[in-house]
Structures are given as structure tokens and as C-alpha cells.
């Protein structure tokens, strides 16, 4: 099994930048991509970047040019640096993976607060 851990969360102003951070631990080799997702209060989880093992990377139309998602796997981290934060990207952000064979696995999440 993987465990993952998020953390870099925080409240900024609009226009300003987070980092948000991602560790997995155990069994990495089943690792077959690593996405961010994001939820708001009585709104749906939505997919917002991935990674795959191949490093190919694929981001939600909104937060393209502004979010940049990136491993270190060395440190078996995924990140997601977000830059020109929108208050519409406000919420509880969500680490996940998806594996060779298995189900998809979920960090806790870390909370993003953007005020305008």
C-alpha cells in the first residue's frame, strides 16, 4: 500500500503563490500517476493536475499557466505550485494515486484559502 501525505497548504491574497507538497511512502513501484484534486464546501471533488509515471503532466483548463505540477523522486514527493491564485481556487486540495493494480488512494488533504 501507498500512504500520502499533503501539506504547503494556507491562506494568501489573490495573485499570490502556494506550494502544496505531496510524500508517499511504501509501495511506490504500484504507482501508475499522481494527481491533485480539490473540493469546496457543497461542491463536487474535481481533478485539477496530474503526473504520470512517465512524467507526462496534464492540468484542468482553469489552472493552466498558473499551476505547475512537478516530482522529486528522490523524495518519492509530487508538488503542485500554484502561482496567480483566484479566490475560485479555494478549497480542501487532495493528493491521489492512481496504481498499476489496485484502487485509487487519498491523502487527507490540505486546506487552500484564497482571499480577494
Known amino acids: 500500500q501507498v500512504q500520502l501525505v499533503e501539506s504547503g497548504g494556507g491562506s494568501v491574497q489573490a495573485g499570490g503563490s502556494l506550494r502544496l507538497s505531496c510524500a508517499a511512502s511504501?509501495?511506490?513501484?504500484?504507482?501508475?500517476?499522481v494527481g491533485w484534486y480539490r473540493q469546496a464546501p457543497g461542491n463536487a471533488r474535481e481533478w485539477v493536475a496530474d503526473?504520470?509515471?512517465?512524467?507526462?503532466?496534464r492540468y484542468l483548463d482553469s489552472v493552466k499557466g498558473r499551476f505547475t505540477i512537478s516530482r522529486d523522486n528522490g523524495e518519492n514527493t509530487v508538488y503542485l505550485q500554484m502561482n496567480t491564485l483566484k479566490p475560485e481556487d479555494t478549497g480542501v486540495y487532495y493528493c491521489?494515486?492512481?496504481?498499476?493494480?489496485?484502487?485509487?488512494?487519498w491523502g487527507k488533504g490540505t486546506q487552500v484559502t484564497v482571499s480577494s
Open positions: 503526473i504520470t509515471r512517465g512524467g507526462y503532466t
Open positions: 511504501g509501495s511506490i513501484s504500484s504507482i501508475n500517476a
Open positions: 491521489a494515486v492512481t496504481q498499476i493494480v489496485g484502487p485509487r488512494l
